[in-house]
Structures are given as structure tokens and as C-alpha cells.
């Protein structure tokens, strides 16, 4: 039988996204009030002002973020979702790869490189864990995600059982 889990997790926006979000509106209204004042191409300027709220729109939506956790038959995937409608799959891996899962803080950023680590949720989260997964091969996976229970009990299925004996515990 085919085991088949999924979670979605919204990304909260921090105040440097809000503020890129307000300097991308600001910059389009001052283009556009620059446009009426002094018009350039007089005919064209309407679609021009259309093209600017366009764009600024899609840039703005750039911020909207999701990640999806997907487990199929002990197949760990994450894919970011972008505004509703862009999806790429960042991750994947064997869940009887994994070597570690330990409840997440932000003093074990001092003790591994932080390109290493891929955050598939809100940095702050009190929910957080910190996975990683071995590749033959390739370098090793640091997940930093926040499963539900739900997840987390299909996860203890598919890891090693020295893992899953001590996986998810509180500290």
C-alpha cells in the first residue's frame, strides 16, 4: 500500500519583505506621477502606467511563500511555492538516509555553515526541527522544518530506529 502524506506551511513575511514591498509600490507611483508630469510618449502613456502597476504587482507577489512537505513511500520532498502558482522542488530525499532530528534553536546556526541549511519554515517557528539526511555522494541534507503530528508520525515510520526512538521528543 502506498503511503502519501502532505503539509503546507505559509512563510510569514518578515519587516525587510514588507519593506521591500513598500519600496516596490512607492517606486511604481513615483514612476507613474514622473510619467504625467512630464510625458514622453503621450500616446502610449496609459499603457505605460498599466505596465508599471503590472509589474510592481509581480514583483510584489514574489513574497508570497508556501512550502509543501510531501512524503510518498519514504520519500521526503520540499517543494516553495510561489504565489499559488510557481512551484519548485528544492529537496528530496530517502527518509532512511536521516541521522538526526533534534528540536531546532537558533544556537546550532554557530556550529554549521549556513548555506548548508535549507529552511523550509518560518526561521522563529518554536516548532521547529532540524533534520539531516545523508547522500551517497553528495553532501549531506540540513532540513529545518515544521511538521504536524500527523507528518511527524509518518516520518517515525520510514527512519532508522535509533532515530525514531529519540525523534521529535521535546528537550
Not at 519600496?23 to 500616446?43: D, N, S
Not at 504565489?83 to 546556526?109: C, H, P, Q, W, Y
Not at 518554536?126 to 545523508?134: I, S, T
Amino acid at each position: 500500500m502506498d503511503t502519501f502524506f502532505e503539509q503546507i506551511v505559509r512563510i510569514k513575511k518578515t519587516g525587510k519583505a514588507v519593506a521591500a514591498i513598500l519600496g516596490i509600490w512607492i517606486l511604481a507611483l513615483f514612476l507613474c506621477a514622473a510619467l504625467i508630469l512630464f510625458p514622453v510618449l503621450r500616446a502610449l502613456t496609459l499603457i505605460i502606467i498599466c505596465g508599471i502597476f503590472f509589474g510592481a504587482y509581480k514583483l510584489s507577489s514574489l513574497f508570497n511563500i508556501e512550502y509543501e512537505y510531501i512524503i510518498t513511500n519514504g520519500t521526503l520532498d520540499i517543494d516553495k511555492i510561489i504565489n499559488k502558482s510557481s512551484r519548485k522542488r528544492i529537496l528530496s530525499f530517502e527518509l532512511t538516509n536521516v541521522s538526526r532530528i533534534d528540536k531546532f534553536n537558533a544556537g546550532m546556526l554557530n556550529s554549521m555553515n549556513q548555506k548548508e541549511i535549507t529552511f523550509a519554515c518560518n526561521p522563529d517557528d518554536p516548532n521547529a526541527y532540524l533534520m539531516v539526511a545523508e547522500r551517497e555522494g553528495k553532501p549531506s541534507v540540513y532540513l529545518v522544518f515544521s511538521p504536524e503530528e500527523r507528518l511527524k508520525g509518518a516520518i517515525v515510520k520510514f527512519v532508522p530506529k535509533y532515530i525514531s526512538n529519540s525523534a521529535f521528543k521535546e528537550n
